[in-house]
């Protein structure tokens, strides 16, 4: 795969990789923001009100019939939080030119489309977006808020982070709350609109089997030199003196518990991964094999890290009497790791599993875009084989040591109602 930067403007950077295998071309534009919470309803608000409709294309029908014109491309966003730093990704995916009909430029088209929906979007006046298109996308999000409710894991786990990193912006939904999207207007929602375009660092990824000679002068006069702010992405959370144990109610089937474990130093990133690997990340870890097949004390039990974080989040989905059990089990097994009382087969499983998934990057032209992006927000910003290697060579000792490091934080149970 051939890749190329361009850097455009300050903040504005067109990453271009090109690989004659795909049939498939996808440009994506990545706003990367520092964390501001209370600005999460309208940011969690803004990407459907920028791709559903736009000043060209008022209406979804409108947008709708200039993507099947596009020969069905289709038009997608994202936001997320990756550490101190907030994400809004829009992004479009049409076939590659080779493949249109009557030899159009759709790399082009595509790219026009996609800068009318971020820079000229549907407004009612001046200063505020169209009032119809703010109503329906507000009664989306809010329904999106609404629903978290009925998955009491992600629920569970949205409740415990409020505990885990108190005072940082992760302890906040990433959506918002309910009052706070209802609080919203056109004006507001468009004002935070504005400043994003203004401040934002903007990373442009375009993945295709066709050389982008023209996308670079596209977007470098669509997006102007301008003042960016500075943003983080490795920001560790502070383990707490003592572990915070916090307990909640509600009618459930099951109760819920999370555990959050918090590392303090300067661990690797593949050794946090491959430590959380071990510890309950796949069907070989610790936790499935003894916590939920030997021992039967609960229906599920996993673990993931947080690694701009350093926070590695066990989940568990346990009945009432089970959860004492369940919680010295898990620290039993994290106890297990620490001391190096696992098989070597337990480190040489995990190694395999990482460097698979690593050798699959670059099947997908979304693959290509996660991997350069996280390749950049990297400290070290290895790559495909540099991480392979990296995970190739940890030792026992490696993974014993990570593991010490880690120490309990906090404890989150979602009880059934009418249980202490």
Known sequence: ????????????????????????????VMMLMPCEPEKFAAWGLLPNLLLNSCRKYP???????RMQELYGAYLDSSVSLIGDMWQMQIRINMIGDAYALAGEKLKEAAAELLLE????????????????????????????????INDKRSYAVKRAKRTIFRGEPNANPLYGTKEEVLALTPETVYAVYEEILQKAQILIYYVGAEQAEELPEIFRKAFLPRKTVEICTNSPSKCKPEPEIVTETMEVNQCQLVMAFKADG?????????????????????????????????????????YEKHTMLVTCGVSQENVEKARQAIEEQLRVLQNGEFEEKLLADAQRYFINALK???????????????????????????????????????IIQTAKAFQLDSVYILNQKGES
């Not at 209406?59 to 019939?65: D, G, L, V, Y």
């Not at 510890?279 to 870890?285: D, H, L, R, V």
């Not at 540099?386 to 030792?395: D, G, N």
């Open 360 to 398: 699959l990057t670059g099947d997908t032209p979304s693959s290509c875009i996660v991997e350069a992006f996280e390749r950049r927000i990297r400290p070290d910003h290895a790559d495909v084989q540099e991480q392979i290697q990296l995970f190739s060579r940890l030792t026992k000792e490696e």
């Open 266 to 306: 300067m661990q690797s990133t593949e050794a946090m991964r491959m430590c959380s690997m071990m510890f309950g990340g796949a069907p070989f870890s610790l936790l499935f094999m003894n916590v939920r097949e030997k021992m039967s004390l609960c229906y599920y039990c996993s673990s993931s890290i947080v």
């Open 117 to 148: 929906c971020i820079l000229h979007p549907n407004l009612d006046g001046e200063r505020a977006f169209s009032a119809e298109a703010f109503r329906m996308e507000q009664k989306e999000l809010l329904d999106v808020i609404e629903s978290e």
């Open 59 to 65: 209406s979804m029908a409108k947008m709708t019939e």
């Open 1 to 28: 795969m051939e890749e190329n930067t361009h850097v455009l403007a300050e903040g504005v950077e067109l990453v271009s990789m090109t690989e004659p295998k795909f049939k498939t071309t996808n440009i994506s």
